[in-house]
């Protein structure tokens, strides 16, 4: 099994920045991808963003794109997402995922096998 735990969630004003982190243990696999999504009360999760496990692909909502970036350290088996420009159609609860033998271009929750609790994120209008 993998345990995924996020961190670096907070309340943040519309158009500042927030850094969320995701933090992998037990285990975990030499090749891997991961993403992000969040889940709004009321609403589907949806996809945020996903990387490759060498870090060289990477995808994003169209929602996010051009404001968050994801990121990754294997050596430290972390993964970041730093959200820039933030909304308050950005608030939600963000989880990050673990999709095992992935290429970092999976959109669906159900494509990942391993998830995280989950860290809130609140933006302020």
């Known amino acids: 099994q993998v345990q995924l735990v996020e961190s670096g969630g907070g309340l943040v004003q519309a158009g500042g920045s927030l850094r969320l982190s995701c933090a992998a243990s037990?285990?975990?696999?030499?090749?891997?991808?991961m993403g992000w999504f969040r889940q709004a009360p009321g609403k589907e999760r949806e996809f945020v963003a996903s990387?490759?496990?060498?870090?060289?692909?990477?995808y994003y909502a169209d929602s996010v794109k051009g404001r968050f970036t994801i990121s990754r350290d294997n050596a430290n088996k972390k993964v970041s997402l730093q959200m820039n420009s933030l909304k308050p159609e950005d608030t939600a609860v963000y989880y990050c995922?673990?999709?095992?033998?992935?290429?970092?271009?999976?959109?669906?929750?159900?494509?990942?096998?391993?998830w995280g609790q989950g860290t809130q994120v609140t933006v302020s209008s």
């Open positions: 995922a673990a999709d095992v033998g992935g290429q970092g271009y999976d959109q669906y929750p159900n494509e990942y096998d391993y």
């Open positions: 037990g285990r975990t696999f030499s090749s891997y991808a």
């Open positions: 990387i490759s496990w060498s870090g060289s692909n990477t």
